[in-house]
């Protein structure tokens, strides 16, 4: 039972390398979210993918790229990364229950930027 | 616009004592919401969640939580703490509309448990 699968789960960056947080759930779920998280901030969402095909903003975009390769699989990327950045990443999913759907989160990648 | 207010970051409490960890909410649509829980180095897991119907919602580990509408609150308890709850915990609001699939989390609320 795989669930959520984040990778990498540890990176060091310099400020002004790029790169990308890979995810993919084997749920068969057609949402699917990516949020950061700071001590004292909760989650805040910076993407999300509602279906294969589709994405849209949520509270922090700027800075981040996404992609929704496909049903299972959706990035997360930084293309220029800064100190700001620096955060634990959370990719999600959801199934078809509409309001009432949980969030099946995976594990985390921990990102720092120097 | 939809929000959660979790009052107190930190609350510490002895083994065995009641938890009541606060949930405060504003939505403009009926609201669904969610509490769960973050063990250390680990994602975050649904302990329960108030959609529609009985406002006393039951999860897991002994946890449950009242929504009130009247004081727009959703607050978690459980009548006796373990070692083990020792985590954090963040209340989540899905109201829907234009906001449709975008959950709004609190800012947590780590919870200590002493001996």
């Known amino acids: 039972n795989a669930g959520v699968t984040q990778t990498p789960k540890f990176q060091v960056l310099k400020t002004g390398q790029s790169m990308t947080l890979q995810c993919a759930q084997d749920m068969n779920h057609n949402s699917m979210y990516w949020y950061r998280q700071d001590p004292g901030m909760g989650l805040r969402l910076i993407y999300y993918s509602a279906s294969e095909g589709t994405t849209d903003k949520g509270e922090v975009p700027n800075g981040y790229n996404v992609s929704r390769l496909n049903k299972r699989e959706f990035s997360l990327r930084l293309e220029s990364a800064a100190p700001s950045q620096t955060s634990v990443y959370f990719c999600a999913s959801r199934g078809t229950s509409g309001r009432a759907g949980e969030l099946f989160f995976g594990e985390g990648s921990r990102l720092t930027v120097l | 616009a939809q929000s959660v207010t979790q009052l107190g970051s930190h609350v510490s409490v002895s083994e065995g004592a009641l938890v009541l960890l606060r949930c405060n909410y504003s939505s403009s649509v009926p609201p669904y919401l969610f509490w769960y829980v973050q063990y250390p180095n680990q994602g975050l897991q649904l302990l329960l969640k108030?959609?529609?119907?009985?406002?006393l919602v039951k999860g897991i580990n002994g946890f449950e939580a009242e929504f009130k509408k009247s004081e727009t609150s959703f607050h978690l308890t459980k009548p006796s703490a373990h070692m083990s709850d020792a985590a954090e915990y963040f209340c989540?609001?899905?109201?829907?509309?234009?906001?449709?699939?975008?959950?709004?989390f609190g800012q947590g609320t780590i919870l200590t448990v002493h001996p």
């Open positions: 108030y959609t529609t119907g009985a406002t």
């Open positions: 989540s609001l899905n109201a829907g509309g234009t906001s449709y699939g975008k959950l709004t």
